[in-house]
């Protein structure tokens, strides 16, 4: 079932359109991501979808029902859907029980503290209800506005950029209990980041944007290894393009060896293909091996980002667990594992 359902919109600013004949749905408990640049209008969807920008063209629609459309656009108040901010928003006089309880002033006292302590030992803070904002982590901080934005029971969460502020280890540790709490209780979410680690992370289909379009909807494993585009190829994940010549249908040649699959771009026998090689394509050798120079090294914990430049002056990125350690000069084997050909014409 579609909770949401954006059909073709378009939201200017000014007489610029930002938003540029977008269209996308949701199902009933699914986590979807606009994952792009600043500046490429996904924050401008959300609000869209929130009721706080108007549509030019199209149409959203939240259950079935229209809430927005040129000239006629549902209260936010009215739409059921629940905000999650990058800087909390929190009202800062009120006590961590109060906020989560701000949005539940329809139900009688017993039902409001019940609703508020639940979600409050769901999100791991009951403990900490009589404190102020002030007074939290920015990671405490952030669960007591999920806990605000789930306790009406909304239709749809977004969220807006939700772990910017955070250090990696509670942002990675808080994407992971915000996903948890999200399918437990069948939440439908939007998210909206540039940071594809949150994204892939937390939600089940992602659309990469770019000046106002969505270039590809997908899982964040086919947006990986089978990016529709140029543009998307190279803004997810690491890697770089090295020219490669294709041999016959699904193979190309490139300077480091051969790759063998259902290429994403299209080209003929001959043509020269700029090829897509991910660290993970490029592994250790013990023997048979190009031989190839360290020229960068980046630490990671269990593995290393090595740079590495080949004999023919091919520069590629390759993983190798932490414990081979080498030095900037070293030389080393490397080989070509690739299972996956993504491609695109020079």
């Keep these: 079932m579609k909770l949401l359902d954006i059909k073709s919109i378009v939201c200017k600013h000014d007489a610029h359109a930002t938003v540029k004949d977008l269209s996308f749905d949701v199902s009933q408990g699914s986590l979807a991501c606009l994952l792009g640049p600043s500046g490429c209008g996904k924050t401008t969807v959300l609000r869209a979808i929130a009721g706080f920008h108007p549509l030019s063209q199209g149409e959203i629609r939240i259950r079935g029902r229209t809430v927005s459309r040129p000239g006629f656009g549902v209260a936010p108040e009215q739409r059921k859907v629940g905000m ?9 006089h009120l006590t961590v029980q109060d906020n989560v309880g701000f949005g539940l002033k329809t139900l009688g006292s017993d039902q409001r503290r019940q609703q508020v302590r639940r979600l409050l030992q769901r999100v791991g803070l009951l403990e900490m209800d009589k404190r102020y904002p002030h007074e939290l982590s920015g990671g405490q901080q952030q669960r007591v506005a999920l806990a605000r934005a789930l306790a009406p029971k909304p239709d ?10 955070l250090d990696v280890e509670t942002r990675e540790r808080l994407g992971h209990e915000v ?42 494993y ?21 020219p490669g010549e ?13 790759i063998t699959g259902k290429s994403t771009g299209k080209g003929a ?11 993970d394509d490029v592994v250790p050798a013990d023997s048979d091996g190009i031989v190839a120079t360290v020229i960068r090294k980046v630490f990671k914990g269990a593995d290393v980002l090595y740079t590495l ?3 023919n002056g091919s520069q590629v990125l390759s ?3 932490s414990d081979a350690n080498l030095e900037l000069g070293d030389a080393v084997k490397v080989r070509l594992q690739a299972t996956h050909l993504v491609a695109f014409p020079q």
């Excluded at 749809?156 to 502020?165: A, C, I, R, T, Y």
């Design 84 to 92: 999650v901010f990058q800087d909390s928003a929190l009202f800062p």
């Design 156 to 165: 749809l969460v977004l969220m807006d950029e939700p772990f910017s502020n």
């Design 179 to 220: 996903r948890d709490i999200f399918k437990e209780q069948g939440t439908t979410c939007v998210l909206v980041t540039h940071d594809q680690n949150d994204a892939f992370s937390l939600c089940d289909y992602v659309g990469v944007m770019q000046e106002g379009r969505i270039l590809q909807w997908d899982t964040p």
């Design 222 to 242: 086919n947006l990986y290894h089978e990016p529709a585009t140029r543009f998307v190829a190279d803004f997810i994940g690491d890697g770089v393009f090295l």
């Design 246 to 258: 294709i041999v016959e249908t699904g193979i190309v040649e490139t300077g480091i060896g051969r």
């Design 269 to 279: 026998r001959g043509d020269v293909m700029d090829v897509l090689i991910r660290p």
């Design 309 to 311: 430049r080949t004999s």
């Design 319 to 321: 993983l190798f667990p």
